[in-house]
């Protein structure tokens, strides 16, 4: 139950996570590719060259041959764009047939203009119904008020402003698809030399350009904080959120022990949703976490709800306290039940081959060091509530040092008194 590491002549990182007894696979080539790395102009070029490179290939020239394909070998493709990435996802039984299809999108696309600007009209009918997301766009508005552009936006981007050619899909992938800067996880019932053997088949082996792609600049993040709002006058509800950005020195520290900050986080969402929920009863549910789905310069410890308009001010005030709680305020037995709990779910996550593929995935796309669940799981046994106290402290004093941000998405009377207004379709 070890992740194998291994690296290709082309330059491609192999990750191998082999499970005896499994029958399938999940195979996973991650680019690093995602929304922050657009060039100004180029926002939601990532997700439609994803969807692009499925258009035609040079061994798959029409969208028969490639549905059959994975219909007669068992295999289920897909993929997904991220703040810091792209990934193409296999799974099937054998891992050759996944490989093959994978290798031929990322190596040998083909964008037929007819084809391309069909796929385009698709493009922006799904980016269009998911600025529908109410919860989704609260979160990107209080991104950007926490952390500006690039990390502040969707990022399929604007469904009004997608306008892009397939000679740009072209120049994506001559600029952005480079195999050396990729790598393949697969987790499951082959081992590191199958997958290994399988990939210099099907992967150039000639030596590629293995540099990194230029990181987005550092957010200018406003030292005083600020409450900002997004007016939503077809809302029932506010959304609210109170968040803190994560210092580099902090961010080390979640790092190098993410499992008993998880444990803290859980203790402190419990105590804000008793406070908001069986307390007072203007909320339904809360949440206190790290949020770390975007680019590492982007991450932050955020507290959400949505309560009525006239609760607004409330729950700010009750998330502002929860996050200055000392752990002196939490009782052993509730962390004692804390860390049962977190012992439970992952023994059950062990096994589970997706589970453990995501290990990965989520150490690459947050360019931290890759912890297996089984790692976890032994650690748990050994964790103490005073463990989990000192991470509380940890996170009651990046709160207590750091810049507040407050951001409201609702109707006018939610929103109150903001020092901006962001209109999210003016940023996308």
């Known amino acids: ?110 964008f037929p203009v007819k084809k391309f600007d069909h796929e385009m009209k698709a493009i922006r009918r799904e980016i269009a119904e998911g600025w529908d997301n109410t919860d989704a766009m609260h979160e990107m508005a209080l991104w950007y008020s926490m952390f500006g552009l690039p990390y502040g936006r969707d990022i399929g981007g604007h469904h009004g402003k997608l306008d892009f050619t397939a000679d740009q899909m072209h120049d994506i992938f001559e600029r952005c698809y480079k195999i050396g800067r990729m790598s393949l996880v697969v987790a499951g019932a082959a081992t590191l030399d199958e997958v290994v053997g399988v990939a210099e088949r099907y992967f150039d082996t000639d030596s590629d350009n293995t540099s990194k792609l230029k990181e987005p600049r550092k957010p200018r993040i406003a030292r005083g904080g600020r409450r900002t709002g997004t007016i939503d006058d077809n809302s029932y509800s ?9 210092t580099a020195e ?16 859980q203790a ?35 507290a959400s709800t949505s309560v009525d308009d006239k609760h607004v001010e409330k729950a700010i005030r009750i998330m502002r306290e929860t996050f200055l709680m000392g752990s002196e305020s939490y009782k052993d037995i509730d962390l004692r039940g804390q860390i049962a709990v977190e012992k439970y779910s992952l023994a059950r996550q062990v ?31 050994e964790t103490e509530p005073e463990d989990i106290r000192e991470a509380i402290d940890e996170i009651v004093d990046l709160a207590s040092l750091s810049p507040e941000f407050i951001h409201v998405t609702g109707t006018v009377e939610a929103v109150g008194p903001a020092d901006k207004l962001i209109d999210l379709h003016e940023i996308a």
Request: no cysteine.
């Open 1 to 110: 139950m070890t992740v194998e590491k291994a690296k290709l002549q082309n330059g491609m990182s192999i990750y191998v996570d082999h499970i005896d007894g499994a029958l399938v696979n999940e195979i996973n080539v991650h680019v690093p590719y995602g929304s922050v790395h657009e060039a100004p102009g180029e926002e939601g070029v990532a997700h439609v060259f994803e969807h692009s490179v499925f258009l035609q290939t040079k061994k798959f020239k029409t969208d028969t041959a490639m549905v059959r394909y994975t219909k007669l070998h068992g295999v289920d493709i897909n993929a997904h764009t991220n703040y810091t990435s792209t990934v193409y996802d296999g799974s099937g039984i054998d891992i050759e047939p996944s490989l093959v299809y994978l290798s031929e999108v990322l190596q040998y696309p083909q």
């Open 238 to 246: 506010a959304n609210v959120s109170v968040g803190f950005p994560m």
């Open 250 to 265: 902090f961010r080390r520290k979640y790092n190098a022990d993410r499992l008993v900050y998880r444990l803290a986080e």
């Open 268 to 302: 402190m969402t419990e105590n804000l949703f008793n406070d908001l929920r069986t307390k007072r009863g203007i909320s339904y549910g809360a949440s206190l976490s790290a949020d770390d789905s975007n680019h590492p310069n982007a991450w932050g410890y955020v």
């Open 351 to 381: 096994p589970m081959i997706g589970a453990r593929s995501l290990r990965v995935l989520d150490a690459l796309n947050g360019y931290y060091a890759i912890r297996e669940i089984a790692d976890d799981y032994e650690q748990i046994k």
